[in-house]
């Protein structure tokens, strides 16, 4: 599918020298569908040393903004001429609908595009001292060598909210996609270095979290570390960060709160909470796991519910009538499996789903039913902890500040969505949410322009938006005297009279 040597270093495409291969298999059927180079430690020291070679060298970052913005445009026209096979090794490669996929790559141009034109209007920052005899102004000047770690559920999504921002402030990268999803990161490499980028900015080295992203994150000469994933590898991460004093971004989990206020809109209401959780399978960080649903509509509105989760098509990804896909992987299935047996222990109610599906010729794939579990309380482990799979969790509630304190009981803090048919409660309850996005009146959508991340341990940092270009800035102050004179503080003669 994609010719090999698959590790990209220095502008070359290269095998490994310590790594080795891996077999890439669809979660749909479980066959194989690329054998991939994987990095070893080795691998990546080379690639850590071409970015930085590359970034000392200033092949990049001395380069004019009209010029960088003008690389992702056009990668962003090249990802477009390529739509259908990108969308198309995303599918087979985590599962999801081809429709899911298009979704992300136009998404993915759209964030390239978006940086391009950020980074070609940005003006250094002029501050007025007060002195007419200094120029003081702030440059962004770019972070360095960056290493960029990606997850599997969003690969080529995750991973350009990262690169494009990166290249549009003139930094070096070490990208590492997931071991399981890294073929679309490898299709957006090969884009990239057709688009025009220098030997040594974008180098790529795929392979086990625990072997190349640890070598990565431990590379004294990495300037940056940008991270999506869990929270515990974030949390090795950042460890391992400080060390050499490494800036760190951190993107993590989420337990993500649905408030559901009994004068919303029941239909739609109905329609997003479904969305909000089961889309993708419910492998989304800013899934909508929660379910907080005010106690006089709730026995109707799970009922319904219910009844909606059990008719939802569950597929391959490449079948157009799927309206989701498989689970990532068979491991990932057994997590969640995990989950499920924990839900039932703790005393929740199975109302839907709890298994696999029952048709036979999804036998070979990692599929799971949408799940609802009813009359779930705070404390429960399955209303704390991600799940990071289709399983829906329902607690109710009486009254707004419960909502809120219901809302807001989670050591995340990523994204929220409420529901209700009035304003001025709307208005008060997403101010009291302590989330990184929280949506009124719908559910899970971004824009490449609206900062995204999360509070708590969710994260730190901002992707998108200017503070997702930020992110790959240092800020520089220049204080340039104009009329240079002598100052006099060590002039002859004390300036203080002795005591
Ligand atoms: P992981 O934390 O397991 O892995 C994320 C990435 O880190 C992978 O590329 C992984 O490599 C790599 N990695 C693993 N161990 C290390 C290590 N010690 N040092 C450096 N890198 C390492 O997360 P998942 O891939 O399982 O992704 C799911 C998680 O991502 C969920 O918690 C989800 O919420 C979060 N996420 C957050 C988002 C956000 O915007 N906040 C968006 C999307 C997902 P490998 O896979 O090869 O082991």
Not at 453 to 470: H, W
């Amino acid at each position: 599918m994609l010719a090999s040597p698959h590790l990209h270093v220095d502008g070359t495409w290269v095998a490994p020298v310590d790594g080795g291969t891996r077999e890439i298999r669809n979660p749909a059927d479980g066959t194989v569908i690329a054998k991939v180079d994987e990095a070893g430690s080795v691998d990546v020291a080379r690639a850590v040393a071409a970015a930085r070679r590359a970034f000392d060298a200033g092949l990049w970052s001395t380069r004019p903004k009209e010029e960088r913005a003008g690389l992702l445009v056009r990668v962003a026209e090249l990802l477009g001429a390529h739509r259908n096979d990108v969308a198309r090794i995303e599918t087979l490669d985590t599962g999801k609908t081809l429709r899911e996929s298009y979704i992300d790559i136009d998404d993915v141009i759209a964030v390239f595009r978006y940086y391009a034109d950020l980074v070609a209007r940005e003006t250094d920052r002029l501050i007025d001292t007060g002195n007419p005899a200094v120029i003081s102004r702030v440059v962004h000047e770019p972070a360095g060598v960056c290493a960029l770690i990606a997850p599997w559920n969003y690969p080529l999504l995750q991973m350009s909210w990262k690169i494009a921002p990166a290249l549009a402030a003139g930094a070096t990268t070490v990208v590492k996609p997931s071991e399981v999803t890294p073929l679309s990161t490898i299709a957006l490499t090969r884009l990239i270095e057709r688009a025009g980028v220098p030997a040594g900015v974008v180098n790529l080295v795929q392979g086990d979290g625990a072997v190349v992203g640890a070598a990565l994150t431990g590379a004294s000469d990495v300037d940056l570390i940008s991270f999506t994933g869990g929270a515990s590898t974030g949390v090795a991460i950042a460890r391992q960060a400080a060390e050499h004093v490494t800036r760190v971004a951190l993107e993590l989990g989420g337990k993500n709160p649905h408030i559901v206020f009994a004068d919303a809109d029941h239909d739609s209401a109905v329609d997003a909470v479904l969305t909000g959780v089961f889309l993708h399978s419910g492998q989304v960080c800013s899934a909508g796991t929660r379910l907080i649903v005010h106690e006089s509509i709730a026995d109707d509105f799970v009922a319904e519910l219910a009844r909606r989760a059990a008719g939802i098509r569950v597929g391959p990804g490449m079948d157009p009538s799927s309206q989701t896909g498989p689970l990532v992987s068979e491991e990932h299935r057994a997590k969640v499996e995990g989950y499920v047996a924990l839900g039932i222990a703790e005393g929740a109610e199975l109302v839907a789903g709890g298994r696999h599906p029952n048709d036979p010729r999804l036998a070979s794939g990692s599929y799971y039913l949408p799940t609802i579990f009813d009359r779930c309380r705070r404390d429960m482990r399955i209303v704390q902890e991600e799940t990071f799979g289709p399983i829906l969790t329902v607690e109710r509630f009486a009254t707004e500040a419960e909502a809120i304190a219901l809302g807001n009981d989670t050591s995340y803090g990523l994204a929220a969505g409420v529901r209700t048919g009035d304003p001025d409660r709307g208005e008060r309850v997403v101010r009291a949410l302590r989330h990184g996005t929280v949506w009124l009146n719908d559910f899970g959508p971004y824009t490449p322009a609206a900062e995204w991340g999360g509070f708590g341990r969710s994260g730190t940092g901002r992707e998108l938006g200017p503070s997702g270009l930020a992110e790959y800035q240092e800020s520089k102050h220049i204080w340039h005297n104009t009329t240079p004179a002598v100052g006099g503080w060590f002039s002859a003669g004390p300036t203080t009279p002795e005591r």
